[in-house]
C-alpha cells in the first residue's frame, strides 16, 4: 500500500511510531491543453507516476517508508487559456494549498514532505518554491541545470509541451488517454519556451503553439516513457534519500 489516504488513523499513527522513517510525496500536477492528442491532465499523470514509481522502488527499504499524497490537481495555468479545458487558479490559492496541506501533516510529526511537480509555468514554480520553502518542506525542482541535464534532449531543448517528451510519459503509464491517431499526423513544432517567454511572450498562441503543443509528439514512444520514468524516478529515490 503506497497511498497515504488508503490508510486508516490507526495506520497512519502506527507510522509516525514505527522504526521506518516516513516520507510523504506531493504530486502536483495542472489541467490545461496538450496538444489535440494529450490529456488535460498530462502534467497530473506525470507526476503521480513517478511518485508511484518511487513508492513502489523502496517499498521493501528497511530504514523508509513512502506515501504518495492525493494529488495537487490544478496549478497556475494561463498561458494555454485561449484553449478550451485550461483551469488555473492564483497564485495565492495554489500557495495556500501547498503550504497549509504540508502545515497540517508536518503538525502532526510528518516532517519529510517532497512535492513534485511536473507543471513548469514559471509562475508556477515561483509559487510552488516559494510555498515548500515557508512549509519547511523538500520541491523537487526538475528545471534545474543539475536535474534538467538528466533528462531529454527534447526536455533540455525546451520544446516539450506535450511534445515528445510528455507524450512518451502519458503513453508508458496511460495510453488510454493519448489519441495516438492524431498524434502521428502531428508535424514538429520547434519553440523554445523559456525563450519565448523571456522575449515577453505570455500564452502559447504567441509563442506560435496555435494548436498547443511544441515539440514532437509523431515521435512519442512507451519506450522513451519508461526509460524518462527511470530517470525521474531516480532523481526522486535521490531526493527522498536526501531528506530521510
Same mark, same amino acid.
Given at each position: 500500500?503506497?497511498?497515504?489516504?488508503?490508510?486508516?488513523?490507526?495506520?497512519?499513527?502506527?507510522l509516525l511510531s514505527g522504526t521506518r522513517t516516513p516520507v510523504l510525496l506531493l504530486p502536483v500536477g495542472a489541467?490545461?491543453? +496538450?496538444?489535440?492528442?494529450?490529456?488535460?491532465?498530462?502534467?497530473?499523470?506525470?507526476?503521480?507516476?513517478?511518485?508511484?514509481?518511487?513508492?513502489?522502488?523502496?517499498?521493501?527499504?528497511?530504514?523508509?517508508?513512502?506515501? $504518495?499524497?492525493?494529488?495537487?490537481?490544478?496549478?497556475?495555468?494561463?498561458?494555454?487559456?485561449?484553449?478550451?479545458?485550461? $483551469?488555473?487558479?492564483?497564485?495565492?490559492?495554489? +500557495?495556500?494549498?501547498?503550504?497549509?496541506?504540508?502545515?497540517?501533516?508536518?503538525?502532526?510529526?510528518?516532517?519529510?514532505?517532497?512535492?513534485?511537480?511536473?507543471?513548469?509555468?514559471?509562475? +508556477?514554480?515561483?509559487?510552488?518554491?516559494?510555498?515548500?520553502?515557508?512549509?519547511?518542506?523538500?520541491?523537487?525542482?526538475?528545471?534545474?541545470?543539475?536535474?534538467?541535464?538528466?533528462?531529454?534532449?527534447?526536455?533540455?531543448?525546451?520544446?516539450? +509541451?506535450?511534445?515528445?517528451?510528455?507524450?512518451?510519459?502519458?503513453?508508458?503509464?496511460?495510453?488510454?488517454? $493519448?489519441?495516438?491517431?492524431?498524434?502521428?499526423?502531428?508535424?514538429?513544432?520547434? $519553440?523554445?519556451?523559456?525563450?519565448?517567454?523571456?522575449?515577453?511572450?505570455?500564452?502559447?498562441?504567441?509563442?506560435?503553439?496555435?494548436?498547443?503543443?511544441?515539440?514532437?509528439?509523431?515521435?512519442?514512444?512507451?519506450?522513451?516513457?519508461?526509460?524518462?520514468?527511470?530517470?525521474?524516478?531516480?532523481?526522486?529515490?535521490?531526493?527522498?534519500?536526501?531528506?530521510?
Amino acid at each position: 500500500m503506497t497511498a497515504f489516504a488508503d490508510l486508516t488513523s490507526p495506520q497512519v499513527a502506527e507510522l509516525l511510531s514505527g522504526t521506518r522513517t516516513p516520507v510523504l510525496l506531493l504530486p502536483v500536477g495542472a489541467v490545461e491543453p +496538450h496538444g489535440p492528442h494529450g490529456p488535460l491532465g498530462t502534467d497530473e499523470v506525470i507526476s503521480a507516476g513517478m511518485c508511484g514509481r518511487a513508492a513502489e522502488r523502496l517499498s521493501g527499504d528497511p530504514d523508509v517508508r513512502v506515501l $504518495v499524497l492525493p494529488t495537487l490537481n490544478y496549478g497556475v495555468t494561463r498561458m494555454g487559456a485561449a484553449f478550451p479545458g485550461a $483551469v488555473t487558479v492564483s497564485e495565492s490559492t495554489l +500557495h495556500a494549498l501547498v503550504t497549509e496541506v504540508c502545515g497540517a501533516l508536518v503538525a502532526q510529526g510528518f516532517t519529510r514532505i517532497v512535492v513534485v511537480n511536473n507543471h513548469f509555468e514559471p509562475a +508556477h514554480v515561483t509559487t510552488l518554491r516559494k510555498a515548500a520553502a515557508e512549509a519547511g518542506v523538500t520541491y523537487l525542482d526538475l528545471v534545474r541545470r543539475h536535474n534538467a541535464a538528466r533528462l531529454t534532449e527534447e526536455f533540455r531543448s525546451g520544446s516539450c +509541451h506535450a511534445g515528445r517528451y510528455e507524450t512518451s510519459l502519458v503513453l508508458a503509464d496511460r495510453p488510454d488517454l $493519448v489519441d495516438t491517431d492524431t498524434a502521428a499526423t502531428l508535424p514538429p513544432v520547434p $519553440v523554445d519556451l523559456p525563450a519565448a517567454m523571456a522575449e515577453g511572450k505570455a500564452d502559447f498562441v504567441a509563442m506560435g503553439m496555435d494548436r498547443a503543443y511544441c515539440g514532437d509528439p509523431a515521435g512519442a514512444s512507451v519506450a522513451e516513457g519508461q526509460s524518462t520514468f527511470d530517470t525521474l524516478t531516480d532523481l526522486l529515490v535521490e531526493t527522498i534519500r536526501g531528506v530521510a
